[in-house]
């Protein structure tokens, strides 16, 4: 088969693997820095933001510098004395899942299986030990994505894993190092393993986002690479050039904190943040997207008049998700709208789930939402992405999120949709109430041409029309105390997280969160006033009983003008016919 030919020298949002490698510049020092800690410590520990580029260091990184050494012994016809296991699957049986990681690995580098023959109940480190004899090495095992492990698996719970990888850890002599990634804001959650590894926090590393030397190599090495490949073996033929000026441009709009996909006031701290940082992912994006759009234009120069033309990078980052979704029709972003919140967390973590799962929270069939779910996790959307079927279940793919950094772009599209819904059917409302105001009104015009109960319909019309805008004015006022409601539950939420941040000491996060409290407390007063101004419990028109009174007062009237036609007729017919007979006999 016909190997694939590259079609552009940067990856967008996903992360780099080890088969990116040759276009993978800017981390050279990180890379040095953790293969170092991971040959040397028994246990290191990796932690960074959202989006830092921990997996693609792991992987393009450490994982392709481990094959390389290996490759580089074989050459000098060395036996390989190191093997690497990248493992990030904590879903279902985690423990069997990662044996296979291991086979696979050893089977791919070193070319057997070691583990051929051991029994699968055989404990980790006892596993550890057999595999490392049989090929006379040391194994490197990456354990990465480590927070998802807290999401699949709640405190207390029971748990093998936890308990097999901490005698692993604890063994003297194992042939074995392991390195736990994850995110910073749960380096809280290894708390869990304290009672279980005493010297946990023994080696550990932070890996911070790219600065401003980086991100050039980042993009001009990459660029210098594609050049540097056969016209067979990439999609577009020709040396391309990038702009000084654009490298500029590019670094100076990807600044950290100076980008977000969104915000739900979760108080992420950047406490890692220096003045030329550069949000990795925004950045593959950005570079992703012009690289596409002078590809369209048949230009092989990356320009900076180009990204101005595109709106800047700041732009390009926040429609990512709606030029995904653009195509969709409104059943599809429904469903979206829908599957979405159980895709992403409130506090902005993704979590899969397998196509029957997101059918029955959307309420729709499984065909609908697995063509849809296909269809944003393509190539030219990369929304969602396949993972592997839960305990090696066939059929049972599940899904989830493309990338952490679109997570919070997910959380917001969908609160925007919710609202342009509620926003459509208040206006239906209104609608419906002004058809049924402009019907009264046409009643009433009938009703005062007609002679005889011309009051009375008037009357009729007059109190139909009051209950119409007593029903409207009900309406803007569960509106406001629904806002009213929605701002004090907010600040509840964020009072909460408070309180949590507070227990861990993390002051930063106390104070961004306490800025977002006055923020809502600002709303909940301007929701207040909006509710008292509503027209409810003291209102200024017309009571119920002024509405009676004026009913009886004219239905008098009603009564005197039936009587009056009568006496003018019998008065007449007195003048016209002489009488039969004497009023007394009659």
């Known amino acids: 088969m016909a190997q694939r030919k590259v079609e552009s020298p940067f990856v967008g949002l996903v992360p780099y693997t080890e088969y990116d490698a040759p276009f993978f510049f800017g981390r050279e020092r990180d890379q ?186 980042a993009i001009f090495k990459p660029v210098e690479h594609y050049n540097e490949m056969a016209d067979q073996a990439r999609q577009v033929p020709g040396k391309f050039t990038v702009e000084p000026e654009l490298v500029d441009l590019v670094i100076e709009q990807s600044h950290t904190g100076r980008v977000l996909i969104g915000h739900v006031g979760q108080g992420t701290v950047g406490s890692d943040t220096v003045a030329d940082a550069v949000e990795t992912p925004y950045f593959q994006l950005v570079m992703t997207r012009l690289w596409r759009e002078e590809v369209l234009r048949r230009s092989h120069v990356l320009r900076a008049a180009t990204l101005r033309e595109l709106g800047g990078a700041e732009t390009i980052i926040k429609t990512h998700l709606e030029n995904a979704l653009s195509g969709l029709t409104e059943g599809e972003r429904a469903i979206c709208a829908t599957v979405f919140c159980h895709l992403v967390t409130p506090s902005g973590s993704k979590i899969a789930h397998t196509v029957p799962n997101l059918a029955k929270f959307a309420k729709t069939s499984t065909e609908t939402v697995k063509a849809l779910l296909d269809n944003l996790a393509g190539p030219d959307k990369r929304i969602l992405s396949v993972v592997a079927p839960l305990n090696g279940r066939l059929g049972e793919e599940q899904y989830e999120i493309y990338h952490d950094s679109l997570a919070q772009a997910v959380l917001t599209w969908q609160a925007r949709y919710e609202a342009e819904a509620e926003a459509k059917v208040r206006a239906a409302a209104k609608h419906r109430v002004a058809v049924i105001a402009v019907a009264l009104g046409i009643a009433f015009v009938i009703a005062t041409a007609a002679a005889g109960v011309a009051i009375w319909q008037y009357t009729r019309a007059e109190a139909e029309r009051s209950h119409a805008v007593e029903a409207r004015q009900r309406a803007e006022k569960a509106e406001a105390d629904a806002l009213l409601l929605k701002s004090q ?56 009983a002024d509405v009676i009174r004026e009913r009886d007062t004219l239905r008098e009237k009603l009564v005197m003008m039936e009587k009056q036609p009568q006496a003018n007729m019998q008065q007449q017919y007195q003048t016209a016919t002489p009488p039969a007979e004497p009023k007394s006999k009659r």
């Open 32 to 217: 040095q820095r953790i293969l170092a800690n991971l040959f040397a410590s028994r246990l290191t520990i990796l932690y960074g933001t959202s989006g830092v580029g921990k997996s693609s260091v792991l992987r393009a990184g450490i994982v392709n510098e481990v094959r390389q050494r290996i490759a580089r012994s074989r050459e000098l016809g060395e036996k390989p004395e190191i093997a690497v296991v990248y493992f990030k699957d904590w879903k279902g049986d985690i423990l069997t899942k990662l044996r296979a990681a291991i086979s696979d690995a050893m089977l791919n580098l070193l070319g057997q299986d070691y583990l051929e023959g051991l029994a699968p109940t055989l404990p980790l480190d006892e596993l550890l030990v057999q595999a490392g004899s049989r090929f006379d090495g040391d194994l490197l095992l990456i354990l990465d994505q480590f927070e998802e492990y807290f999401l699949y698996r709640p405190a207390g719970a029971p748990d093998d894993f936890a308990t097999q990888f901490a005698a692993a850890a604890n063994r003297p002599g194992l042939p074995a190092n392991f390195v736990l990634s994850l995110r910073d804001d749960s380096i809280a959650r290894l708390d869990r393993f304290k009672p279980l590894i005493p010297n946990l926090f023994a080696n550990y590393l932070r890996i911070h986002h790219l600065t401003g030397e980086g991100a050039r190599d």
């Open 489 to 544: 539950a907010d600040k509840e939420r964020l009072l909460h997280e408070q309180a949590d941040a507070a227990r861990q000491n993390n002051a930063k996060l106390v104070q961004v969160l306490q800025s977002q409290i006055d923020s809502v407390r600002k709303e909940e007063t301007q929701y207040k006033q909006q509710v008292a101004a509503r027209p409810g419990s003291e209102s200024k028109g017309p009571t119920i």
